[in-house]
């Protein structure tokens, strides 16, 4: 279990960790700034950021959370859709993805540290078959 520190926020529905993670996904530069779970939801905070010389498309709000063995996929309505589109070199966005589910229980008793944000394939890239962006969210040591 992970002890509350300053940069977390909690409260008997919400609990908010900041996590200010980055991962590199060339040409992706991303950001988990926070998560924040309450029952039924989780909301993820992130920027992204084409390191490239060339326009990409990425879209992370049809992406998928993965929270134990259950996987639940963007809600494309309270997501930020400015996350999903066409990124121009060296152009940089920021948003929350919202996850919904009837799944209430696991959710509101979710740790960062068994959450996995599996978003979508990065298109313009050199690969013919790019793969997906998929994050482990654990809380650094």
Do not use: C, W
């Not at 992130?46 to 963007?74: C, D, H, K, M, W």
């Amino acid at each position: 279990m992970m002890a509350v520190t300053d940069a977390e926020e909690q409260s008997p529905d919400r609990r908010t960790t900041v996590l200010n993670k980055i991962f590199q996904e060339e040409p992706l530069y991303l950001a988990i700034n926070e998560v924040s779970v309450k029952p039924g939801e989780v909301a993820i905070a992130i920027s992204v950021e084409n390191r490239s010389e060339r326009r990409i498309r990425f879209y992370p709000s049809q992406g998928r959370l993965r929270v134990g063995t259950t996987e639940i996929e963007a809600n494309l309505f309270l997501s930020d859709l400015n996350l999903s589109r066409s990124f121009a070199p060296d152009e940089k966005r920021s948003g929350a993805l919202v996850f919904k589910s009837h799944l209430s229980s696991e959710l509101s008793s979710a740790q960062p540290n068994n959450i996995r944000l599996i978003l979508g394939q990065v298109i313009g890239i050199e690969s013919s078959n790019p793969g997906y962006v998929d994050i482990p969210l654990s809380p650094a040591p």
